[in-house]
């Protein structure tokens, strides 16, 4: 079979498919729950990646190249087909608007389904879960022929939890040192009360409560098999820098925003873009097309509604072909070997978030949201490459905790055994988000601020990030 047959199979790029997607759109008010996505014919086009070389640093790409500025093609009246001679621009966001008569569902109106570990079909030793608040409620999950137990029926259920708790154990008889699981407490720290047992919901399956410390054992084990390189800027490319992997990934948030992608596909998006540039050079003019590419393959991944090809073409204002976009996923699925499962700050920030929810009066919304937005500012820093996943993931809880409470102790020893990180552990990382927070209101790269000022995030914006953090909040506890 001709390769561009198998890529067009596996984007799943024909037409036919853009007039399912469509027709989805049309029947959202008899289907309550489908994630809606706006089709490129209606939705407002969005102005793309205008001067990627950052002309406020353009000494520094001068001195790493000589080749002249490149420029992504600005919005056009209508699309066409022939290649547009580009033309230079200003880096700035817009506001994306969604027209009135287009029905759109927000995913805070579903609940989430997808806790399974995805494993890749090479030998992919990574796996992460996805414990997302959205979920499909199609009539697949309605089936006649399964018998559910009455919640009423109180000693059925209380047999189902002991057999459970007592036979589903898969990390195995002999203990993981340095395990977060919540049977590996000592008995006497349990009693006393200092450290809260938070898996105890094990009638709501979202939670796993039986499987859960198994699980983030798992992506602690393997969350650095899946990292890319922390000096690829330096060492392998010759025609970017980390100034132009910002404004791409600056410009994702927004795409990912306005498509209503879930927080995994950005997260997995910048992952698979680091790990593809860690070992291969690229030309500035396609990182805007191993933007959308990495974009498309995380959407296949996450999504219930993936976007099509063509929707990747229309937001570059089809500076790219169909066929180039292609070419470039099959490129990054190859070089990845498949391996598309990989341990990101998202997946262990439900779990810290969730920790921490237990042990304070916070708000559980603006906890979550902040942490969100401290982690997300990550994303756009080369420099955070240095940090494991579930390290960025537990400094942005301290962080935000830090913020919404700043005269008490954010870390205590419940956070410490479930993450297993120790607040002397979090100090490099904590002080570099803290920096981040406190200049993201001056960033020429306001993608993610403007996202996280809006009312289904709380504002959380706008909260006084205090200038200094103190220096007794860093030290080990034991009691």
């Given at each position: 079979m001709p390769a561009?047959?198998?890529r067009s199979s596996f984007s799943s790029s024909t037409s036919s498919s853009l007039a399912k997607r469509q027709a989805s759109l049309a029947s959202s008010t008899n289907n309550v729950g489908k994630v809606m996505v706006v089709p490129p014919h209606l939705a407002k086009k969005r102005a793309p990646l205008g001067n990627l070389t950052n002309l406020k640093n353009a000494s520094h790409?001068?001195?790493k190249s000589s080749v002249p500025p490149p420029v992504m093609v600005p919005c056009a009246t209508k699309a066409v087909k022939t290649r547009k001679a580009p033309t230079l621009l200003d880096v700035k966001t817009t506001s994306v608007v969604v027209p009135s008569n287009v029905t759109t569902l927000s995913r805070t109106d579903a609940t989430a389904i997808s806790s399974s570990m995805a494993v890749s079909p090479t030998k992919s030793d990574g796996a992460s879960v996805s414990m997302d608040e959205t979920m499909s409620t199609c009539d697949s999950f309605k089936s006649p022929d399964v018998e559910y137990v009455d919640n009423n029926d109180v000693p059925a259920i209380d047999s189902v939890e002991r057999k459970t708790k007592s036979s589903l154990c898969i990390s195995g008889h002999v203990p993981i040192k340095g395990s977060i699981c919540n049977r590996d407490v000592p008995a006497e720290m349990e009693?006393?009360?200092r450290i809260i047992d938070v898996d105890t919901d094990f009638m709501d399956p979202q939670q796993c409560a039986t499987i859960a410390c198994d699980i983030y054992n798992h992506l602690r084990a393997s969350e650095a098999k899946k990292r890319p390189s922390t000096d690829f800027i330096e060492k392998?490319?010759?025609?970017i820098n980390s100034n132009m992997r910002a404004i791409l990934i600056d410009w994702?948030?927004?795409?990912a925003e306005e498509y209503r992608l879930v927080p995994d596909t950005l997260y997995l998006t910048v992952n698979y873009i680091d790990r593809y540039l860690s070992g291969n050079s690229m030309d500035?003019?396609?990182l805007q097309l191993l933007g959308v590419a990495c974009m498309m393959i995380a959407s296949k991944y996450e999504e219930i509604c993936a976007p099509q090809v063509e929707e990747f073409c229309y937001i570059t204002d089809n500076t790219y072909f169909k066929e180039e976009v292609l070419q470039m996923e099959s490129s990054v699925l190859n070089y990845l070997k498949f391996e598309m499962t990989a341990p990101t700050p998202k997946c262990f920030l439900r779990r810290f978030v969730r920790v921490a929810r237990g042990v304070d009066e916070v708000s559980s919304m603006q906890l979550e949201c902040l942490s969100n937005f401290i982690a997300e500012l990550s994303l756009l820093e080369y420099n955070m490459l240095c940090y494991a996943p579930s390290l960025i993931a537990a400094s942005a809880v301290f962080l935000a905790k830090f913020i919404l409470l700043p005269t008490k102790r954010p870390w205590d020893l419940t956070l410490q055994h479930y993450t297993h990180y120790q607040p002397s552990d979090l100090v490099d990382c904590v002080k570099d988000l803290h920096r981040l927070c406190?200049?993201?209101h001056s960033s020429s790269l306001p993608a993610i601020r403007e996202k996280y000022s809006q009312h289904k995030y709380k504002h959380?914006?706008?909260k006084y990030c205090p200038p200094t953090i103190p220096t007794e909040f860093f030290q080990n506890r034991t009691q």
């Open positions: 561009h047959n198998r790409s001068a001195a009693t006393d009360g392998v490319q010759k025609d994702l948030v927004e795409v500035r003019q396609r406190c200049n993201s959380v914006t706008t």
